[in-house]
């Protein structure tokens, strides 16, 4: 295929099932000798945020035993292959096409799923969060995380990716729209490595801090927002985005915690 690797097109929600099927199917030809001892493959399963809701019972399951393989949640905030449906990935707020804005309801009726402190509870080797705006980042982390799953079993990584068509922002500005969900710490960059959680990125010690405002008025699926008869839901979003921050920090702080 165009990825030049060898591919396997599943179910929605069996991803991480077959993968896992594949890795363990790799382990057992080599001890039969059908494959060289020497031979090394990277096993890696990429799902939406989407597919990683419905999937979420095999996801589990492969960390539990905690299988050689990397598991990444491709995350645009909701199911976009579908028809723009919301998923428990899509912020407070936010416009889809099972959200909508009107007299009943404004958007998403509660908060996004945390997958990765979800993930942090089955104790495997290597989490992270990574995005197409924060390139160096991101790449550091896939070689960890190649090199955790060679060695030591199960990593689970979330990437937060923008979707202009159905977050509705101008093609070229997709970057900038992901940058500034990372610096108004929406999206916060850090790694759980054997327990021990890290921010790799601190936008207020970068000096690049943003408003949660300055994120939503870029795309489409949000300038409801930005009204005043609205201002109380965007108020408990940021409270809830610098909940979480802080205590992401004070993870990354206190090795303990």
């Given at each position: 295929n165009s990825h030049r690797v060898t591919y396997i097109h599943n179910l929605f929600q069996n991803g991480a099932a077959t993968i896992a099927g594949v890795s363990e199917m790799f382990k057992e030809r080599k001890?039969?000798?059908?494959?060289?001892?020497?031979?090394?493959?990277?096993?890696?399963?990429?799902?939406?945020?989407?597919?990683?809701?419905?999937?979420?019972?095999?996801?589990v399951g492969t960390a539990n035993r905690n299988d050689n393989v990397i598991l990444l949640e491709y995350d645009n905030e909701g199911y976009m292959n579908t028809g723009n449906q919301l998923s428990y990935a899509t912020?407070?707020?936010?416009?889809?096409?099972?959200?909508?804005?009107?007299?009943?309801?404004?958007?998403?009726?509660?908060?996004?799923?945390?997958?990765i402190q979800i993930m942090a509870g089955t104790h495997i080797p290597y989490l992270f969060t990574g995005t197409e705006s924060q390139p160096q980042d991101l790449i550091k982390k896939a070689a960890k995380a190649q090199w955790y799953a060679k060695n030591y079993g199960t990593v689970y990584g979330k990437i937060l990716a923008a979707c202009p068509l159905n977050w509705k922002n101008?093609?070229?500005?997709?970057?900038?729209?992901v940058d500034a969900a990372v610096n108004c710490n929406f999206f916060p960059l850090y790694e759980i490595e054997q327990g021990?959680?890290?921010?790799?990125?601190?936008?207020?010690?970068?000096?690049?801090?943003?408003?949660?405002?300055?994120?939503?008025?870029?795309?489409g699926k949000t300038k409801h927002l930005l009204k005043p008869e609205n201002k109380e839901i965007v108020e408990a979003a940021r409270k809830e985005v610098e909940r979480r921050f802080k205590r992401l920090k004070a993870m990354s702080e206190h090795p303990d915690l």
């Open positions: 001890r039969r000798g059908e494959i060289p001892a020497d031979e090394e493959i990277t096993f890696i399963m990429v799902t939406g945020d989407g597919g990683a809701d419905i999937g979420m019972g095999p996801i912020p407070l707020g936010h416009a889809t096409s099972t959200s909508h804005v009107g007299p009943a309801q404004v958007g998403k009726q509660f908060q996004h799923k945390d997958t101008e093609t070229r500005d997709g970057r900038n729209v021990i959680t890290t921010l790799t990125y601190d936008p207020e010690a970068k000096g690049k801090k943003v408003e949660l405002e300055d994120w939503l008025k870029m795309m």
